[in-house]
T-cell receptor, first 112, second 113 residues
Framework: ELKVEQNPLFLSMQEGKNYTIYCNYSTTSDRLYWYRQDPGKSLESLFV?????AVKQEGRLMASLDTKARLSTLHITAAVHDLSATYFC????????????FGQGTRLTINP | ETGVTQSPTHLIKTRGQQVTLRCSSQSGHNTVSWYQQALGQGPQFIFQ???????GRGNFPPRFSGLQFPNYSSELNVNALELDDSALYLCASSSFSARWEQFFGPGTRLTVL
């Protein structure tokens, strides 16, 4: 059974600092997603990673995928308060259905 | 292009009641997936519908059931509500042409008292 683990689960950081969120998954998958969720809101798609070595960047966020290590990272550069949110990684399950298995989420708080 | 919509936004029910949640998929998408997100947790896959047929189910009891209609909109029905059913229910639509990326609706917040 596919399991997805994120760490850390909680992250409090100062504006201007850099940090990385890690996402490990237990079985082979051909795609990984990163989502952002604000309190009480739905999921906003950030990145779709489809192949080993894939790297995508949008603003201060950069995501990468290592399928051999079954590891994805979400790197935050020079954090700003607006990036405060919960970040989820999700991996496509190995069944026929396009099922996503989510990590527990990383609650990111960026302090001025 | 219209995004994924869900109704109602919020719902309060009592234990033992039944509830129906609705989802309209994004234009051109023929697949709808439902997820349950308990407070402080990641979303959990309930089931998926593809062309009006169930196409995969997560670890949820049979009192969670669904339908997909010819226009690809979908319903999630939950019978005999329990307190633990209180959660945000998310619907996502996808299609082959969108490379199966799932686009999420705003969710329905269900509270069971």
């Amino acid at each position: 059974e596919l399991k997805v683990e994120q760490n850390p689960l909680f992250l409090s950081m100062q504006e201007g600092k850099n940090y990385t969120i890690y996402c490990n998954y237990s079985t082979t998958s051909d795609r990984l997603y990163w989502y952002r969720q604000d309190p009480g809101k739905s999921l906003e798609s950030l990145f779709v990673l489809l192949s080993n070595g894939a790297v995508k960047q949008e603003g201060r966020l950069m995501a990468s995928l290592d399928t051999k290590a079954r590891l994805s990272t979400l790197h935050i550069t020079a954090a700003v308060h607006d990036l405060s949110a919960t970040y989820f990684c999700a991996v496509k399950g190995d069944q026929g259905a396009q099922k996503l298995v989510f990590g527990q989420g990383t609650r990111l708080t960026i302090n001025p | 292009e219209t995004g994924v919509t869900q109704s109602p936004t919020h719902l309060i029910k009592t234990r033992g009641q039944q509830v129906t949640l609705r989802c309209s998929s994004q234009s051109g998408h023929n697949t709808v997936s439902w997820y349950q997100q308990a407070l402080g947790q990641g979303p959990q896959f309930i089931f998926q519908y593809y062309r009006e047929e169930e196409n995969g189910r997560g670890n949820f009891p049979p009192r969670f059931s669904g339908l997909q209609f010819p226009n690809y909109s979908s319903e999630l029905n939950v019978n005999a509500l329990e307190l633990d059913d209180s959660a945000l229910y998310l619907c996502a639509s996808s299609s082959f042409s969108a490379r199966w990326e799932q686009f999420f609706g705003p969710g329905t917040r269900l509270t069971v008292l």
